[in-house]
């Protein structure tokens, strides 16, 4: 397996844009959760998904956030309108959950908003 | 959130063990213990999670003391590549949530 893929690597965008990040799990993982890392902050967990499902979204910031996951392969998350303390990396990762193993992280998005 | 607390950061010498201290003192019976790695420009990566018992993978060690209060991250024999911020987590039973504390980095002098 090639491990969780995460597009595009970088992105750069102005205030008030659209900004859609990409995430693919690991095959016959059925959990999925999203995160982001700033300076300031830390790894922060924005939402989870089990079996598609969003189970735990008190993570996320504001309205401006949406996440989805409409199968088992592919999850994006939203950011509308986007603004410059959005500036982060982001990181998908996907698990079996606590009795398989543990997340396996993606390589990131880092998300600069100017 | 589940608290754990960490030293801020700590110093090992290339091929010398190192151990990881990690305090959980009101952690429940349900809570597992994990321990992530993240190294520089890198997304964190898995290396050892437990319950009770002492736990032993090809990346480390994790020693949990008998009342469960502490662990340990045990890495045999440290390289220039465990180099990194390491995080310990505990997740709370019930959960398949992770929450990340701020870690505690790890130098490793050649």
Redesign the interface.
Known sequence: DAGVIQSPRHEVTEMGQEVTLRCKPISGHD?L?W?RQTMMR????LI?F?NNVP??DSGMPEDRFSAKMPNASFSTLKIQPSEPRDSAVY?C?S?L??HG????????TRLTVV | DAKTTQPNSMESNEEEPVHLPCNHSTISGTD?I?W?RQLPS????????GLTSNVNNRMASLAIAEDRKSSTLILHRATLRDAAVY?CIR?QGG?????????MKLTVNP
């Open positions: 959990y959760f995160y830390g790894l922060e967990l989870y089990n189970i735990d990181f990762a698990s959950g606590r193993g543990g997340y396996i992280f993606g390589s990131g | 597992y994990h992530y890198q997304g964190p990566e898995y290396v050892i999670h995080y997740q959960s398949e949530k992770l929450v990340f504390g701020k870690g």
